[in-house]
């Protein structure tokens, strides 16, 4: 497709199990994102991959969290032994970086439900 | 992360109206602004960008203005309507990593 695209669109899970959240960005973006949206707030960021350099996981809240992107395209964001506050929904954007440098474009998110 | 802010929380308009909604950014480095519209259940949606070297930029019934004494960002929408009821929200990063922090957000409110 011509967009941002995120599987599952919802998930739900029990509390201690793991999760894996998939990412297929903009055919062609160099960089991909991943953000998380709790209820009725802003974009915290996660996680920056840019083309091949090493990740910025600055923004991983704690180690239960990690992701991984296969060259430019799919990425996968891993959450182990789920808790509540982990519910949110995670937002996924890929962006061109460079000369031509684009704004970030989002996929419509993952709605996570940790019960 | 930097610290990106906006002013109110929750606006709301008559139809028909021009919309102004406010963001203090905090890094004087941050060179990219973007404005982003959410609706219920969607992704964020590009609005319109500005860089640094520009103070302002239009685009159709949007406006953004730059102020980087202040480092203010003002997002100006001409004759809301309903459909222009969503949260908005404001960027900043840097045009050559593109890497975004993003505000918690204003919700716009259209009343008809």
Redesign the interface.
């Given at each position: 497709g011509a967009g941002?695209s995120q599987s599952p669109s919802n998930k739900v899970t029990e509390k201690g199990k793991d999760v894996e959240l998939r990412c297929d960005p903009i055919s062609g973006h160099t960089?991909l994102?991943w953000?998380r949206q709790r209820l009725g707030?802003?974009?915290e960021?996660l996680i920056?991959f840019?083309g091949n350099s090493a990740p910025?996981k600055?923004?991983l809240p704690s180690d239960r969290f990690s992701a991984e992107r296969t060259g430019e395209s799919v990425s996968t964001l891993t959450i182990q032994r789920t808790q509540q506050e982990d519910s949110a929904v995670y937002?996924c954007?890929s962006?061109?970086?460079?000369q031509n440098?684009s704004?970030?474009?989002?996929?419509?998110?993952t709605r996570l439900t940790v019960t | 992360?930097e610290s990106v802010g906006l002013h109110l929380p929750t606006l709301s308009v008559q139809e028909g109206d021009n919309s102004i909604i406010n963001c203090a950014y905090s890094n004087s480095a941050s060179d990219?602004f973007?404005w982003?519209k959410q609706e219920s259940?969607?992704?964020?949606?590009?609005i319109i960008?500005i860089r640094s070297n520009m103070d302002k930029r239009q685009g159709q019934r949007v406006t953004v203005l730059l102020n980087k004494t202040v480092k203010h960002l003002s997002l100006q929408i001409a004759a809301t309507q309903p459909g222009d009821s969503a949260v908005y929200?404001c960027?900043e990063g840097d045009?050559?990593?593109?890497?975004?922090?993003?505000?918690?957000?204003t919700k716009l409110n259209v009343k008809p």
């Open positions: 941002v960089a994102y953000y707030q802003g974009l960021f920056y840019q910025d600055s923004g937002l954007a962006s061109l970086v460079g440098s704004p970030l474009h989002f996929g419509n998110g | 992360g990219y973007i982003y259940g969607k992704g964020p949606q590009f960008d929200f960027a045009y050559n990593f593109n890497k975004f922090y993003f505000g918690s957000g």
